[in-house]
Structure formats: structure tokens, C-alpha cells
């Protein structure tokens, strides 16, 4: 064997040159979707709230954020998170959520990642059977309830903070598609939902639509941003404004499914799963309706033909609306772990995307 093979073999680790910064997550992902969870190499945030310390971030380490959601090492669709100290005593963590765009307020699949990984890494004291987790995000506490079966984790349920319906059935013309209907929600962050069946498209909710739907997503949002709709949180002005367009099918693939959702969200990014606060959105617009009752599921399948259950666990009053805790289900499953290196020499250390 050569000698510069048995190099190979034996120096399998890299040392960062003086001066670099070195990170390391574990990638996961929840119905296709991605999350990088940062664990180690990011600067301390120890501000007093999850919201206080999302402003930091954003402040002070916000070329951090690009260097891991954008190429080289991230892509267009990365989600990332940052896992932070509870709002109080009662909580277990706090977690910052990263995208191509900047913060969002709330992430579902990122609920159900993260919640997986604390089970499998023994950040809790592990149980048979549904093991809580009390977790602040940016929109409040959500709970969630990691099942375990013979040591495994078998599936993640979590209640969403009071989500809310702001209005049904607005209309607006969007330039290149006319008027359309949607109804405004808030699952954690606010959507605008596009039902198929109420308006007019040349695209479907498939893979080979994948540019259309993009296109049509950020149109629709930018209209309704534009738009003299007001986006106001009852508690939260960090809370207040429109996060993204989900596209809605009512008629189901298989008798297994009851929806589809298509969620662009940020600056163009498509979920690949059906989206948790989406879900949560959508189950208030539901109950709002009078077609879901109270423990009543839906499955509602994504893009990639992943699958979240929703349901309705009870209603509430939350400022001036009433509102549903809902239950979103999904699975997740670790991909990867990284120790990403900045060299402070690298041009591309900030990240860069190409669309």
C-alpha cells in the first residue's frame, strides 16, 4: 500500500486554521423538510426571553445565519434552529428558528425535530410511552408529546399556541392571476390560504408545478403585504406580519388523505413537509367553518406526499378572537452531523444563493 493511501486512512480529521470558526449541528428532518440544529461554536445568547434573544441575533450574529442556511453549506431551502435558555422555570428550552429570509415566529416541523432529538439524546429523563416537552418558541410555549415505544421514538404530537382566524374569504388581485380568494390565519405565524377549488390556476399542487407555485406564492403574499390588510398581533409586534402563502386541495390523492397543503413561505422556500403551524392555521379556519369538530383528524399530506395529523383539542379566548389549540403529529429522523468551518479568509464565508 502506498504511502500517500495510508495517509488517507489515518488522518481522517481536519484543524481549523487560527482564526476560523467552527460549528457544530445535527441535521434532521421532519416529512422531508430539513433542520440544521446548531449545538455547538454559535456565540452565547442569554438574554432574558426567546424573543429578546432573536433580536440578538438578528442584531449581532445575523452573518452567521447566511453562513449556515446559505451555499456553500446550506441551499435556497435550508431551516435552521438555535436552541436558547426557557422563557421561565416552567419551560425546558427556548429555540430560535432560521431560514433563507431571516426569523421565523413558529415552525412545526421543526416542533417535532427538535423534540425527537431530545428524547434521543437523553436531554430529558426518557419514559415509555408520551414523554412532555415544554418548549418556547418566538409565538409562546408550545407542548409536545414525544411517544416512545421500546426505547424508540414512534411519533411526536405538539398543541400549538392559540391559532385564530383574522378573515375569511378576502379577495384580491394579484397581477398575472386576477382576483383571488383566500382566508387569513394565525398558527403561530400568519398565512394567507389559497384554496384551489375557489380560484382559477393552470398549476396543481404537484412536483412539476414545483417554479409555478413559487412564483405565485410570493406574488400572492407581496399583494396581500401591499395590500391595506391589517396584520396585527393581539400581544406581539415581532408576531406581526405575514409569513407566507399556503396553497390548499381538497380533493385528497388517496382515500388515506383529507388535504393537501403547499406552504412558500420566507424569500421562496417550499416546505417539502405539510407545515405545523400551517396545519395549526388551517385548523382554526376549519373549526371556524363548523366542518371539523372538537378530537376530530385530518391528514393532510405536502408536496412530497408527506403527512402531518391535525386536530382540535379545545377552543379559547385570545384577545379579541376565538381561538383553537390545535394538535399537529408528524415524524422525524436524524440525517447528519457537521462541524461546519468559517475561515475568515473564505470569500463565500457569509454564504451566497444562486436561484
Not at 132 to 138: G, H, Q, V
Not at 194 to 206: I, P, Q, R, T, Y
Not at 207 to 223: D, F, H, R
Not at 331 to 349: E, L, M, R, S, W
Amino acid at each position: 500500500m502506498n504511502r500517500t493511501y495510508q495517509n488517507i486512512l489515518k488522518k481522517t480529521s481536519f484543524t481549523p486554521h487560527d482564526g476560523s470558526i467552527k460549528i457544530k449541528t445535527i441535521d434532521m428532518h421532519t416529512g422531508g423538510e430539513p433542520l440544521r440544529v446548531i449545538l455547538e461554536g454559535f456565540p452565547k445568547l442569554d438574554r432574558h426571553s426567546v424573543l429578546d434573544n432573536r433580536r440578538l441575533c438578528k442584531e449581532k450574529y445575523d452573518h452567521l445565519r447566511k453562513a449556515l442556511m446559505f451555499e456553500p453549506r446550506g441551499h435556497n431551502d435550508m431551516y435552521g434552529c438555535i436552541l436558547v435558555p426557557p422563557n421561565d422555570a416552567e419551560g425546558d428550552f427556548g429555540i430560535i428558528f432560521l431560514h433563507n429570509e431571516g426569523y421565523s415566529t413558529m415552525c412545526g416541523h421543526a416542533i417535532v425535530a427538535i423534540s425527537t432529538l431530545a428524547v434521543e439524546m437523553n436531554w430529558i429523563e426518557v419514559s415509555e410511552g408520551d414523554n412532555l416537552i415544554k418548549i418556547d418558541a418566538p409565538c409562546g410555549r408550545i407542548q409536545s408529546f414525544v411517544n416512545v415505544a421500546d426505547g424508540k421514538v414512534v411519533g411526536v404530537r405538539f398543541h400549538c399556541v392559540p391559532s385564530f382566524v383574522v378573515s375569511l374569504d378576502n379577495q384580491i388581485n394579484v397581477d398575472g392571476l386576477g382576483n383571488i380568494t383566500f382566508d387569513l390565519a394565525y398558527g403561530g405565524a400568519y398565512y394567507a390560504y389559497v384554496d384551489m377549488a375557489k380560484n382559477s390556476f393552470d398549476f396543481d399542487l404537484g412536483v412539476n408545478s414545483y417554479s409555478e407555485l413559487i412564483k405565485q406564492g410570493m406574488a400572492i403574499k407581496n399583494a396581500v403585504v401591499k395590500s391595506n390588510i391589517e396584520i396585527e398581533h393581539p400581544f406581539e409586534d415581532d408576531l406581526s406580519f405575514l409569513y407566507g402563502t399556503i396553497f390548499i386541495d381538497n380533493d385528497p390523492s388517496s382515500e388515506q388523505i383529507d388535504s393537501r397543503n403547499v406552504c412558500i413561505f420566507a424569500e421562496g422556500e417550499v416546505d417539502r413537509c405539510p407545515t405545523g403551524s400551517g396545519v395549526s392555521g388551517r385548523m382554526a379556519i376549519h373549526k371556524k367553518r363548523n366542518e371539523l369538530e372538537i378530537g376530530e383528524k385530518m391528514i393532510i399530506e405536502s408536496i412530497t406526499g408527506s403527512r402531518f395529523t391535525g386536530s382540535v383539542v379545545s377552543e379559547v379566548e385570545y384577545g379579541p378572537y376565538i381561538a383553537v389549540i390545535p394538535e399537529v403529529e408528524g415524524n422525524a429522523f436524524v440525517t447528519g452531523q457537521h462541524a461546519f468551518i468559517i475561515n475568515p479568509n473564505d470569500p463565500f464565508k457569509e454564504g451566497f444563493f444562486l436561484k
